[in-house]
């Protein structure tokens, strides 16, 4: 610096430790400085007392107050006093000893780092902030050389003098009591002036070495920021990290969401359902499908229509030749001048016409004629089914062709009659009949019922229905369960008969029945038709010596209950077959053969 020049406090500047003597050659530590203006040496300045300090050091005020002047008080309670300057001022009235020259030349300006370093005063030591507290707060005495809290009200602390310590910037520096000047930096030290000092100046502690100031390295201070943790600092970054990724996967799901819900809702992408792939179309010949594949060709649909009536049934063929067997019931519509459409499986039509019907039997022959590819259906033995075994119906029920409906033999030898519509019993079919749960309805009569191989077993004639469609207002009636086809072994001998001769014969035992009597058992009547007698002279009952009052309870040992009972079971059999009766006479029984008899059907 310049020693000439009044001394200024600047932004890089320190102030210098007050010297006992000026340097040789040096001006004089009173009097005025080359501007002609007083004060030109800091030691003057000293002298002048601690408001003149002040004032000339700005913010950077210089320790150093006439001990004989009173103290002045810190403009800042709160910050710690400067540390003590080497050396002290002299006392008024005492001449100053020469300063020492420089050891290099004064720097103009006055600012580090430029020119060659000087004796330049320690960095102030390192303050670690604090956490304030709250205003009006009573704090303990702090400890010697402690620094209050910023803000603190509290004592001003007893100043702790470091050896070339720099008070912070901004400070209100307190006067600290005078030292004894530093011998090592006096090479000429002055008298000491203990007769001016009214108190002798407080020893001072041992000061830290002096180390050179280097503005560029001084330790950096952190004004109020608190130190973070690198580790507690990564965790928070992690924990906002996935916090945002939770927040971002939320709201992406909603979209998502929300945006497949309006595209199902509104048919944005086109649907398409799983499927398995096409399979083989063989089944297995006992299955129902097997059955109905191999059965179907040979089944057709009847359309009869006539002058007084019209009908739909069913019918299967017999042979290549075009024969189709049916129920009576199906073609009497058309009666000797009707017409008779046959519809194959295939769709192809053709005209047919009646060879032969039977009422007795409730069967009948018609016959295509230039139809080729026919498929005849093999012909079983009703003799040989079981009740449970498994069956298939197919017709035409209510006009839907090609219906197939599957079940079992529910019984067999079921004695039924049919018809009866005339009144005088002509028009009366008894059959002897398989009794199967198979689905029956109108439209399925003539239509065949096979067995597991596809033949044939018997001929749907006839259901049982809850509804009495012969009442007023009555409809067609529906299937209940209880359906009945007349067996195969009887419709195969009445349509060689019909194919043959076209008529069918009846098995008779030469008897006329009393059909009103309520007994167990059919008895025979007293009278025969016209008046004759009831049994016939020289027939099959006369032979065997049947009697009219007789009441024959058994048919080869089977029981019967009652007249048309009897009748079913005898057209059970062929014309000369050997039957075996069991006959009731006077509250005795008796057995009786024999061998039926043959009678024109109608």
Do not use: C
Request: hydrophobic share 35%; aromatic share 2%; proline share 12%.
């Amino acid at each position: 610096m310049d020693e000439g020049k009044p001394t200024k406090a600047k932004w890089w500047s320190r102030p210098r430790p007050a010297s006992a003597s000026a340097p040789d050659g040096g001006p004089s530590d009173t009097g005025t400085g080359p501007t002609g203006e007083p004060g030109g040496s800091d030691d003057a300045i000293a002298a002048a007392g601690p408001a003149a300090q002040a004032a000339t050091s700005g913010d950077f005020t210089l320790a150093a107050a006439n001990p004989s002047a009173p103290a002045a008080p810190a403009e800042t309670a709160s910050v710690p006093a400067p540390a003590q300057a080497d050396t002290a001022p002299a006392p008024v009235g005492t001449a100053p000893a020469d300063r020492p020259r420089p050891l290099h030349d004064p720097d103009p300006y006055s600012t580090p780092p430029y020119g060659e370093p000087g004796p330049w005063a320690p960095a102030p030591p390192v303050q670690h902030p604090m956490a304030t507290p709250a205003h009006g707060t009573q704090l303990p005495a702090a400890a010697p050389g402690a620094t209050p809290p910023h803000g603190t009200q509290g004592q001003a602390p007893a100043p702790t003098p470091v050896h070339g310590g720099t008070p912070p910037h901004g400070t209100a520096h307190p006067t600290p009591p005078q030292q004894p000047v530093a011998q090592a930096q006096q090479p000429h030290p002055a008298p000491q002036a203990q007769a001016q000092q009214p108190h002798p100046a407080p020893q001072t502690q041992a000061a830290p070495p002096r180390q050179p100031y280097d503005p560029w390295n001084a330790p950096l201070q952190q004004s109020g920021a608190v130190p973070v943790d690198p580790v507690k600092k990564r965790k928070r970054a992690n924990r906002t990290l996935l916090v945002f990724v939770a927040v971002i996967a939320i709201v992406s799901g909603g979209i998502g969401g929300a945006i497949g819900a309006y595209l199902e809702r509104n048919g944005g992408t086109e649907v398409e359902l799983p499927q398995v792939d096409a399979e083989a179309k063989g089944r297995a010949k006992d299955s129902v499908a097997g059955i109905a594949a191999s059965s179907l060709p040979g089944v057709v649909t009847l359309h009869v229509s006539g002058d007084e009536a019209q009908g739909t049934g069913t019918g299967f063929v017999l042979d290549g030749k075009g024969h189709i067997l049916t129920n009576n019931h199906v073609v009497e519509p058309a009666g000797t001048g009707g017409e008779i459409t046959v519809t194959f499986s295939g769709g192809e039509t053709a005209e047919a016409e009646v060879i032969g019907r039977d009422s007795g039997y409730d069967l009948a022959v018609v016959k295509v004629s230039g139809v080729r590819g026919l498929k005849p259906l093999p012909l079983g033995n009703s003799e040989s089914v079981q009740v449970g075994d498994p069956v298939v119906a197919i017709g035409a029920p209510f006009d839907l062709a090609n219906t197939v409906t599957s079940g079992i033999i529910s019984a067999k030898e079921r004695p039924i009659t049919a018809g009866g519509e005339k009144g005088d019993g002509s028009d009366i079919s008894y059959v002897d009949a398989l009794q199967t749960d198979a689905p029956i309805n109108p439209g399925n009569s003539g239509g065949p019922l096979v067995d597991a191989q596809a033949r044939v077993i018997g001929i749907n004639s006839a259901i049982r229905s809850a509804d009495d469609s012969s009442a007023p207002g009555g409809g067609q009636a529906g299937s209940i369960g209880l359906g009945f086809a007349i067996p195969i072994n009887q419709g195969k001998r009445v349509a060689e008969e019909l194919i043959n001769t076209g008529k069918a014969t009846h098995p008779v035992i030469g008897v006329t029945l009393d059909m009103e009597y309520t007994g167990d058992g059919a008895r025979v009547g007293a009278k025969g038709k016209d008046g004759g007698p009831a049994v016939n002279k020289g027939g099959p009952g006369d032979r065997a010596g049947i009697e009219p009052g007789d009441v024959i309870t058994e048919v080869d040992g089977q029981r019967i209950h009652s007249g048309d009972e009897l009748i079913v079971k005898i057209r059970a059999h062929r014309p000369k077959d050997s039957l075996e009766l069991t006959v009731q006479r006077d509250g005795k029984d008796r057995k009786v053969t024999l061998v039926l008899g043959a009678a024109g059907g109608s």
